[in-house]
């Protein structure tokens, strides 16, 4: 099990979020480098951003953004640490600040291998399949229920 901490981009470990996404999206799955960091990685734009540790290292991230909507993204795990179950930590982390700052709904745009994993949060899809930064990505979204606000 990973530790799960909120990182804000005055963090000495920001950066290394960043790092992670560079290794997960770009280059291992080749996402448009000119598109994957975007205003919401800005200082001022209000999204959340958790970190995963292992022994003290940061291994994962994801981020939740709040603009329209709420909204889960980002979620990446370095390779060697991929099937402990840390993307199901983070996912849940951010799930349950979102519930805790109020959303009724909460989106995703998933890739195709990670579906099944949302869909266990109880995200539907909703919309055809997108395209975002090269990589093709399935919207879902989980409709809040009154006992999960409790």
Do not use: C, W
């Amino acid at each position: 099990m990973a530790d799960i901490k909120f990182i804000s981009p005055f963090d000495a470990d920001f950066s290394a979020l960043m790092e992670i996404r560079k290794e997960v999206f770009i280059n291992e799955q080749g996402a448009v480098a000119s598109q994957e960091f975007d205003l919401y990685d800005d200082i001022t734009s209000g999204a959340y951003f958790v970190g995963a540790y292992v022994d003290g290292v940061v291994v994962g991230t994801g981020r939740l953004i709040i603009s329209s909507k709420y909204k889960i993204g980002r979620v990446a795990v370095k390779k060697e640490y991929r099937g402990n179950k840390i993307g199901s930590q983070i996912v849940e982390t951010l799930l349950n600040k979102a519930v805790s700052l109020g959303a009724e709904k909460v989106y995703v745009d998933s890739q195709p291998h990670a579906v099944a994993l949302y869909e266990s949060f109880g995200f539907e899809v909703f919309a055809k399949d997108i395209i975002d930064r090269g990589l093709e990505h399935t919207p879902m979204v989980k409709v809040i229920e009154k006992d999960e606000e409790e």
